[in-house]
């Protein structure tokens, strides 16, 4: 398998839009990204290819623009007014501003910092994009297998019908995974879904990520260097707007190329 | 201890008690008054109050059914029309509002809010009393919706703004259009607020009588449809306690103490909703 | 490698189909309707005021003269009411609000506090024609039997406190007023008063000023711009207050010096006489007064706004 380096050619992808092709590179893709918040450019020329079924990491101090990152890939960056992006972004080669944006992020799902469930109770908040999306099946069945794929239906399986408002931190994080889930999203981003979470919590989220890189390409960003090294088949590294480096996270971490990435894998500065 | 600091505690003390004494005026005033209405009011509440036509001067007796139907109509008009229009433009100023738009509307609809209500009748009497050449309810309800529209447009866009963006975001991610994501996430989440200012509003412009005055006029009797006079509590109530008979003051006691005790209900239900939780439960 | 986004007729037709312009559409309709009603309003009042307008000019406002039998119509009678009785109120609500606001942020445990606090605001939601019935029939005796002899007695040789003693007139109405204003003066005032951070509290204490001192010199001076604020405001309500004063101020479009006179304030005469005018001059003289009253109650309004948003915004810290 070829190692990814900032700047090599983009090989095309051989399959089409709705296939997903094991292993090779190119999923999800950003080609000379440049993003602005008004006048202030908060991301400079990102080029970066997300491989298919495989755990991408997004590390950096923050402020470092990999949270402003992640949230082009799914256009949710545009719930901000005054912003403005140059470059393209492409999922499976197609270009995503040219996709209808409730269609994408149907394909791309996302779990925020802050677990976010709705008020509304543990079945209808997974349930949720479901309904939303015309879902026409079994609706129990589906909630049900989200929940399994998220590890967290034999904690829940007595109390669907309660408020999502009455379970712990991590278990209303694992329901909001289990609620991305369940439109079955072929990429998955989450946006440092364990730091408001104890070590157990954690711990938990890290493993189910392991189970689902199977069936989805998945996108973390995360300020835990270790957590990186725990999960990550590839890590990219930013720093001031720009992806200094990114490669196979062994290489990032053992044997970084650039200066500013052994810096702060070494904690010169975090 | 030196008579200089012995005079500044003392001073300190009375001060302060004095404090509590106002305190204690303005609490009392409520229940000075509530406790005046309910002792002149409930002796002259009967059931011919909420069944009978009024008499005519002079006679004792009669009730006011027709006002009661008569504000029943008009309330009825006002949130029909009022409610859904502020609601909109509530949801408008919060979730798409345009910076110099959305600032204008804003502006507008805290000027309604200070305009007397008064001043709100002479447009309505202009606008529809004055082409239609007669008193009608349809004029006294479009007077209250005036007033009704900004109270529930700013309460509305207070409580849709309170929901975290991060609940929108969670919806938007999921593939929802951000008209699916207001209709199914935002407005359920802020519905007590939103409920509780309706409430509000419609207990608000419930008692109001000046502009009613000359819109919706007062009849004598039942009014049979929305183009007529119709007789409205308050509008009762300010007649019978201004005119000279004393069976009138009778009755004005006791639908001043119906309406305080409705206007008053609705008040403490609404604030007991609210506190019963910010919308985010089940 | 990849289509550019779609533009032109092609985007707006995307946006059109997702739903989500649709509504912004609606919902900005039902928006402008607000903007709408202002406009008509402003509007309404100045067409329909165009006769006593040209005819009379400024001196409207100057004159004192309400005659509708020979079509003489001047509003200061009006004006002077309003501002008279609104003062009457500000002067007795102001101290006993701004008072009960300094008990209950400063001196009143939390539950004491928030249970008067509950009944003062509800307070504010009694419709003013229940404050006019109560007002006719026991304000009105206690003024004319017992406090305004009194005053007339101990303070008679004052011009305010001369003539007959009829209850109806200047004082009572601005009493009434005072307690209707009272719940907004205080509700406003308080929370200006919580606003005030505990250091500025407990610096005065810790320099050894006594609790009222600290309270008085430190917290309420750093809350000064909510507390004017609360009194604009309900300076503002008080002058377009209607009923309750229509009921009591005894229906006299002259000009008095004396709080037990008689007198009329704008609310107070349109209430009275719109339905009866005869003749356009009579009616559109009463709708100027009510465009007089309107641009009042705008200016007002604006300054109470202003300082009430200066407070929150800068914390209210001035030097």
């Known amino acids: ?270 | 201890m030196t008579l200089r600091n012995r005079w500044r505690k003392t001073l300190s003390y009375v001060m302060l008690s004095l404090t509590g004494v106002c305190a204690l005026v303005a609490v009392c005033i409520l229940f000075l008054m509530l406790g005046y209405l309910v002792y002149n009011g409930w002796r002259s509440v009967d059931w011919d109050f909420f069944t009978k036509l009024p008499k005519s001067p002079g006679e004792t007796g009669g009730g006011m059914a027709n006002a009661i139907v008569g504000s029943f109509q008009i309330i009825l008009l006002a949130t029909v029309i009022g409610l859904p229009v502020g609601f909109m433009a509530g949801i408008y100023l919060s979730e798409f509002g345009g910076k110099t738009f959305a600032f204008l509307v804003r502006y507008m609809a805290d000027l309604l809010n200070g305009v007397p209500s008064i001043v709100i009748g002479i447009f309505a009497y202009a606008v529809i009393v004055i082409p239609m050449h007669v008193n009608s309810a349809l004029a006294g309800g479009f007077a209250l919706a005036v007033m009704l529209v900004p109270i529930t447009a700013r309460s509305t866009e207070q409580f849709m703004s309170s929901v975290p963006q991060t609940l929108r975001e969670g919806a938007l991610a999921l593939g929802a259009s951000k008209w699916k994501t207001i209709a199914t996430v935002v407005v359920p989440a802020a519905y007590r607020g939103i409920a509780t200012g309706m409430i509000l509003g419609v207990a608000r412009i419930a008692g109001e009588t000046a502009p009613l005055l000359f819109t919706s006029g007062n009849n004598a009797y039942m009014s049979s449809g929305f183009t007529q006079p119709t007789a409205s509590l308050p509008v009762m109530i300010f007649l019978r306690a201004t005119a000279p008979y004393e069976d009138w003051h009778r009755q004005a006691w006791a639908a001043g103490m119906v309406l305080l005790l409705l206007v008053l209900l609705a008040n403490i239900a609404a604030r007991l909703i609210l506190s019963r939780g910010i919308a985010v439960q089940k | 490698m990849s289509a550019p986004p779609p533009t032109g007729a092609r985007a707006l037709f995307l946006r059109l189909r997702s739903g989500d312009e649709v509504a912004r559409l609606i919902t900005l309709a039902f928006a402008s309707s607000i903007l709408l009603v202002t406009v008509g309003l402003v509007y309404q009042l100045w067409v329909t005021s165009s006769l006593p307008r040209h005819k009379f000019g400024f001196g409207f406002l100057t004159s004192s003269m309400w005659n509708p039998v020979t079509g003489q119509f001047g509003a200061l009678p009006f004006i002077y009411g309003t501002v008279f009785t609104s003062a009457i109120a500000l002067f007795i609500s102001v101290p006993l609000g701004v008072g009960a606001a300094i008990f209950l942020a400063e001196l009143a445990p939390p539950r004491i506090s928030s249970t008067f606090t509950f009944f003062i605001e509800l307070l504010a939601a009694v419709p003013s024609v229940i404050f006019g019935v109560l007002a006719i029939f026991t304000l009105v005796p206690l003024m004319r039997d017992y406090v305004e002899p009194f005053l007339k007695k101990t303070l008679g040789g004052l011009p305010i406190f001369s003539g007959p003693v009829f209850g109806f007139g200047y004082l009572t109405a601005g009493v009434i007023l005072a307690i209707m204003t009272l719940p907004f003066v205080i509700s406003i005032s308080r929370e200006a008063l919580l606003e005030v951070p505990t250091e500025q509290r407990e610096a005065a204490l810790a320099l050894g000023a006594t609790r009222w001192e600290s309270t008085w010199q430190a917290v309420v001076p750093y809350a000064r711009l909510g507390i004017f604020g609360s009194i604009f405001l309900g300076l503002a309500r008080a002058l377009g207050e209607t009923m309750a004063v229509t009921m009591v101020i005894g229906n006299d479009p002259s000009i008095h010096a004396s709080l037990f006179a008689p007198g009329y304030t704008i609310a107070a005469i349109i209430a009275n006489e719109f339905s009866e005018a005869t003749g356009d001059l009579y009616l559109q003289s009463l709708v100027e007064l009510g465009l007089v009253l309107f641009l009042l109650t705008i200016v007002i309004n604006a300054l109470a706004r202003l300082l009430i948003i200066a407070t929150t915004r800068r914390g209210s810290a001035q030097p």
């Open chain 1, 1 to 270: 398998m070829n190692d990814i380096t900032m700047g090599a050619a983009n090989l095309p992808s051989a399959s089409s839009a709705a296939g997903k092709p094991v292993g090779q590179q190119g999923k999800l893709k950003a080609v000379n990204l440049n993003f602005y918040y008004g006048a202030y450019q908060a991301l400079h020329g990102i080029t970066l290819d997300v491989p298919a079924n495989r755990i991408t990491a997004l590390i950096g101090p923050s402020g470092c623009g990999k949270s402003t990152f992640l949230r082009t890939l799914n256009r949710i960056c545009e719930t901000i007014r005054n912003i403005r992006m140059e470059g393209e972004i492409l999922l499976d080669d197609e270009n995503v501003m040219n996709v209808d944006v409730t269609l994408l992020r149907r394909r791309v799902g996302m779990v925020f910092q802050k677990s976010n469930p709705f008020p509304k109770s543990i079945f209808d908040n997974v349930a949720y994009g479901l309904k939303v999306n015309g879902f026409r099946g079994r609706l129990a069945e589906a909630v049900e297998k989200s929940l399994k794929r998220a590890a967290l239906w034999e904690e829940v399986k007595d109390k669907l019908h309660k408020s999502a408002y009455a379970l712990s931190g991590g278990q209303q994080q694992r329901l909001c995974i289990a609620r991305a889930l369940a439109v079955d999203p072929e990429v998955l981003l989450l946006d440092e879904p364990c730091s408001a979470l104890d070590p157990i919590a954690t711990a938990k989220i890290e493993d189910l990520l392991f189970t689902l890189k199977d069936q989805c390409t998945i996108v973390i960003v995360t300020h835990n260097m270790q957590q990186a090294a725990r999960v990550a088949d590839r890590t990219g590294f930013f720093l001031l707007g720009k992806l200094i480096e990114y490669n196979t996270t062994e290489i990032i971490f053992k044997t970084p190329t650039k200066q500013e990435t052994e810096d702060y894998i070494t904690g010169r500065f975090g």
